[in-house]
């Protein structure tokens, strides 16, 4: 089931990549900061795109979390991505994160969510994640 909203962040593509020109397979880079229940953070994530024949991509990406007090928190994500517009990519998947604080980030220990990252032509990118309840 649907939980409440755990975080937002808006942020900005800051490398890309050419991991396989065959495939073709695209490593991004990008950096965020947003908030977590109410706790502020920045974001440092990495995901590879794959696309596949029928229009979609395949992406799956890794991260870490920061919070202002130097708390910190890891994630990893998979999901599939849609042109919504042009030059605009919405995906949509699931995102487990873990971390060994005790402090602001021990909520965030082992919970899975759904989360939504879009990302547009100039590299801006948004993204909002719902706590999974199970």
């Known amino acids: 089931m649907l939980g409440a909203e755990l975080g937002q962040e808006v942020g900005r593509i800051i490398a890309q990549r050419i991991v396989d020109a065959e495939g073709p397979e695209i490593e991004s880079t990008f950096s965020a900061e947003g908030t977590y229940r109410t706790i502020a953070v920045t974001d440092l994530g990495t995901y590879l795109s794959i696309p596949r024949s029928d229009g979609t991509l395949y992406g799956q990406g890794q991260g870490v979390l920061t919070a202002t007090d130097g708390q910190i928190a890891t994630w990893v994500a998979q999901g599939l991505g849609r042109f919504t517009a042009p030059y605009v990519i919405r995906f949509r998947g699931s995102v487990i994160y873990h971390t060994d604080s005790s402090g ?12 939504e990252y879009e990302v547009n032509g100039i590299g801006n990118t948004s993204a909002r994640n719902w706590e999974w309840l199970y």
């Open 104 to 115: 602001s980030f021990a909520f965030i220990n082992n919970i899975v969510a759904v989360f």
